[in-house]
């Protein structure tokens, strides 16, 4: 599709985030994949887990049985079925994280956290990866190509058209999260991006087969 839709944490209105009846809801849907969210354990367990704390600790100290969380290898079941961007919220458990994705099809691994961005582009990994955004970055161009991007994640809200052809002039796709109303789905597909991270992916999708 010339216009991707990805489900945010899958179908979030349907079912419970970052879980596998929500990822296949959003499939169901027609959406082109979804976006979930990968932490690790302090026990060396991945887990697919989108908040920093759970009560007053940091998730990265908890083990496995104080989380209630789908594990990442859940994830096997979609490898090949659709696009995966995969979220790594921290940094520091590189190798871990590719023992388990390393020989997935069509995944995208994107971070907020820059740094393991910068590190998996020095290993040469052979996987497509992303920059996470909140704000605006100046010179954000150069500066994904520096970290070895090819992916752009922003806040929809900070986009414009003379940001697109930036960006696209670089070779960079660009897809924002959260745009949830027709109105900014079709603010975003007219002025270039490539696809949306929205919570409503059958409303999406119905949207784009309209045009």
Partial sequence: MSFLIFGHRGSPRRFPENTVASFEEALRAGADGFETDLRL?????????????????????????????DTLDVLTRFAGR?????????????????????KWPD?????????????????????PLGLTLT???????????????????PNNHWLDEDEMR????????????????PREWKRLRDIGCDGIITNLPEEAVAWRNSL
Avoid at 46 to 67: N, S
Wanted: hydrophobic share 50%.
């Fill in 41 to 69: 354990l302090a026990d060396q367990t991945a887990v697919l887990f989108h908040d920093h704390e759970i009560g007053e600790a940091d998730v990265e100290t908890l083990r496995r049985a104080d989380v209630r969380a």
């Fill in 82 to 102: 659709c696009t995966m961007v995969l979220e790594v919220k921290q940094s520091k458990w590189e190798d871990v994280l590719l023992q388990h994705i390393g």
């Fill in 107 to 127: 995944i995208i691994v994107a971070s907020f956290d820059h740094r393991l961005i910068a590190e998996l582009s020095r290993r040469k990994v052979n996987l």
């Fill in 135 to 153: 704000g605006a970055i100046v010179g954000l161009a150069d500066y994904a190509q520096r970290l070895g991007a090819t992916w752009i994640f």
């Fill in 166 to 181: 930036a960006l696209h002039a670089a070779g960079l796709k660009v897809v924002p999260w959260t745009p949830d109303l």
